[in-house]
């Protein structure tokens, strides 16, 4: 991603909590989370990867607004994401 302008490191971490229902998130600490106990197969995987990337990247750019307390745009975030899922 340095290539393309973003600077900012992300590490992915895989966790395996079935307590938790999602598949993956973008943590405030900039870093993606894996989550492998709801991972089924490696659509799930390669779908979940790239819609945290999205938020990490929307994180780097700031011409978008993403403020935690600004509740549309994290509505717009998460469509964004979720339409790249289906490029």
Do not use: F
Request: negative net charge; charged residues 25%.
């Amino acid at each position: 991603m340095v290539e393309l302008g973003y600077t900012q490191a992300v590490d992915i971490k895989l966790v395996a909590d079935s307590q938790d229902n999602r598949k993956g998130h973008y943590g405030e600490d900039n870093n993606i989370y894996l989550n492998d106990a709801n991972l089924n197969n490696t659509k799930d995987l390669a779908t979940t990867l790239g819609h945290e990337t999205s938020h990490a990247i929307d994180n780097q750019d700031p011409s978008i607004n993403t403020n935690p307390q600004n509740n549309a745009s994290k509505a717009d975030n998460e469509i964004y994401a979720q339409n790249w899922r289906r490029l």
